[in-house]
T-cell receptor
Framework: DAKTTQPPSMDCAEGRAANLPCNHSTISGNEYVYWYRQIHSQGPQYIIHGLKNNETNEMASLIITEDRKSSTLILPHATLRDTAVYYCIVRVARSDQFYFGTGTSLTVIP | DVKVTQSSRYLVKRTGEKVFLECVQDMDHENMFWYRQDPGLGLRLIYFSYDVKMKEKGDIPEGYSVSREKKERFSLILESASTNQTSMYLC??????????FGSGTRLTVV
C-alpha cells in the first residue's frame, strides 16, 4: 500500500500562497492522490484529488509531478480560516480504504 | 447538502460499560468506515463495511465490533469500554472511487 510523507508543520503568512508538499514514492499507476483538511474538533473535509494531471477547484490546486512520486497542494491566498491539519492520502488500489498519516499542521499567521 | 451524522458529539462512559456509537448517512453510499483519532497517531481505521451485513476489520479492531443492518446506518460497539478507548471517533461514508464524507466526530471519554 502506498504511503505518504508530509512535513509535520508549516507556517504561512496571511494572503500568501501556501504550498504543502507530499511524497508518495511507492504510488501505483492507478492510485489517486487525495487531499483532506481537518479544522480543530471537526471531521476531515475533502479538498481535491487527482491521478496524474494538475487539478484546480475553488479551494485549491493540486500539482502532481510527472513521475507521480510527489505532489503539492497550493492554497493560493491563505486566510486565517485555512489553519488546519492537511492530509495527503493515496487511495489504496482495488479498495476504498484511505490510510491517513499524521498530516501537516498549517498555521496561517496574520 | 449531503450528511454523515454521528449521534453524539461528546460522550462519557464508565469502564466496563457497553457503548454504542451511531452513524447515519443520507447519501445512499455503499461504503462506511469507523476511524479513531489520537494525538500524534493520526486517523486509524477500526472497521469498515462495503454492504449491508458486511464488515471487515481495519488496522485496530481489537475491543470493537460493528453492525450494519441497514445501508444508511453503521454502528460501532465497544463491548466493554476501557480507558484506552478514550478517543475521538470519526465515521465516514463513500461511493466507490470517490472521496469520503466524514461526520463531525464523537469525543468519547471512558472513566
Amino acid at each position: 500500500d502506498a504511503k505518504t510523507t508530509q512535513p509535520p508543520s508549516m507556517d504561512c503568512a496571511e494572503g500568501r500562497a501556501a504550498n504543502l508538499p507530499c511524497n508518495h514514492s511507492t504510488i501505483s499507476g492507478n492510485e489517486y492522490v487525495y487531499w483532506y483538511r481537518q479544522i480543530h474538533s471537526q471531521g476531515p473535509q475533502y479538498i481535491i484529488h487527482g491521478l496524474k494531471n494538475n487539478e484546480t477547484n475553488e479551494m485549491a490546486s493540486l500539482i502532481i509531478t510527472e513521475d507521480r512520486k510527489s505532489s503539492t497542494l497550493i492554497l493560493p491566498h491563505a486566510t486565517l480560516r485555512d489553519t488546519a491539519v492537511y492530509y495527503c492520502i493515496v487511495r489504496v488500489a482495488r479498495s476504498d480504504q484511505f490510510y491517513f498519516g499524521t498530516g501537516t499542521s498549517l498555521t496561517v499567521i496574520p | 447538502d449531503v450528511k454523515v451524522t454521528q449521534s453524539s458529539r461528546y460522550l462519557v462512559k464508565r469502564t466496563g460499560e457497553k457503548v454504542f456509537l451511531e452513524c447515519v448517512q443520507d447519501m445512499d453510499h455503499e461504503n462506511m468506515f469507523w476511524y479513531r483519532q489520537d494525538p500524534g497517531l493520526g486517523l486509524r481505521l477500526i472497521y469498515f463495511s462495503y454492504d449491508v451485513k458486511m464488515k471487515e476489520k481495519g488496522d485496530i479492531p481489537e475491543g470493537y465490533s460493528v453492525s450494519r443492518e441497514k445501508k444508511e446506518r453503521f454502528s460501532l460497539i465497544l463491548e466493554s469500554a476501557s480507558t484506552n478507548q478514550t478517543s475521538m471517533y470519526l465515521c465516514a461514508s463513500s461511493l466507490w472511487n470517490y472521496g469520503y464524507t466524514f461526520g463531525s466526530g464523537t469525543r468519547l471519554t471512558v472513566v
